[in-house]
């Protein structure tokens, strides 16, 4: 048995509420999961139900899971060009955190945008604008800005554009980083040839201490291909080698691991005890 706890687990469906995810997790040999704040295409969130919300926090508590990682809907654009729809994801988003003041040990992952022409650099001020008016003294949440592959005009496809967004808001340490392998690697980080010198990169331009979280895929497109499309662990172009070397790496063999990869239940099971396999600390 190893010396660290190895957080592992993946996304969930939230539509039976909190107490079913939890019970879920642990059908399928997880200890941590993600699920979306609402539904997908950005709708209603539900309203808060503590009871349910506390038999999920016992099953956690008890288990020892990682923190939950809440994902904000991925059709949210908070640098579209639209001041509509700016509005629109920083309201949801702004109450999405307030819910979560109810649900200690969770994160907020969201995507930082995709900028429609506008450029990067308006881009990143618009992402930073939107953060400065969500955030706030008290916040339980940490908030996640996920690393993005770089399709289209997305923000956030390389560790300086992050940075920057960071750097422009005032509760910065409200901030933190989901690195998400498959995006990555798409982007053009070597992860499979060089996971020290990526690793080394993100240091040096946002810090490995605002590392806070890992969705862990394969990809189906090759390298620097700047396309999202996730594979099952082993079945893309990263590979089962590489996956062991990234869950057993010590500089991230202490976060969660998350996995979005094409599945079902019962590939989930299979996948997390692959990786359990995989794991040698
Ligand atoms: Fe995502
Ligand atoms: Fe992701
Ligand atoms: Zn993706």
Same mark, same amino acid.
């Given at each position: 048995m190893g010396e660290k706890t190895f957080y592992i687990g993946c996304h969930l469906s939230f539509s039976k509420g909190y107490e079913s995810m939890g019970v879920q997790a642990l059908e399928i040999g997880a200890n941590a999961f993600q699920y979306f704040s609402? @539904? !997908?295409?950005?709708g209603a969130a539900k309203e808060f139900d503590k009871s349910d919300a506390d038999k999920l926090l016992d099953i956690a508590g008890s288990n020892g899971f990682a923190p939950f990682l809440v994902h904000a809907p991925?059709?949210? @654009? !908070?640098?579209?060009?639209?001041a509509g729809l700016r509005d629109f994801a920083r309201a949801a988003m702004g109450e999405d955190l307030l819910r979560q003041q109810n649900l200690p040990h969770s994160y907020y992952n969201f995507h930082p945008g995709s900028h429609v022409g506008q450029g990067r650099e308006k881009g990143i001020s618009l992402i930073a604008e939107l953060l400065n008016g969500i955030l706030f003294d008290g916040q339980s949440t940490v908030v996640l800005l996920e690393t993005m592959s770089?399709?289209?005009?997305?923000?956030?496809?390389?560790f300086g554009e992050l940075a920057e967004i960071m750097e422009k808001v005032?509760?910065?340490?409200k901030l933190g980083v989901c690195l998400d392998t498959c995006h990555v690697y798409s982007a053009g980080y070597d992860i499979v040839g060089n996971l020290d010198g990526v690793l080394e990169e993100f240091d040096s331009e946002i810090?490995?201490?605002?590392?806070?979280a890992i969705h862990l895929n394969d990809s189906?497109?090759?390298?620097?291909?700047?396309k999202d499309r996730h594979a099952k662990i082993g079945e893309g172009s990263i590979g089962l080698e590489a996956v062991a070397r990234i869950i057993n790496h010590p500089k991230l063999s202490c976060l969660p691991f998350y996995l979005e990869t094409p599945n079902d239940p019962d590939g989930y099971a299979r996948e997390i005890a692959l990786l359990r396999s995989l794991r040698e600390i």
């Open positions: 609402r @539904n !997908p295409r950005g991925y059709t949210f @654009n !908070p640098c579209s060009a639209d770089g399709k289209g005009s997305e923000v956030g496809s390389s005032e509760l910065n340490q810090g490995l201490e605002k590392l806070k189906m497109t090759p390298f620097n291909s700047r």
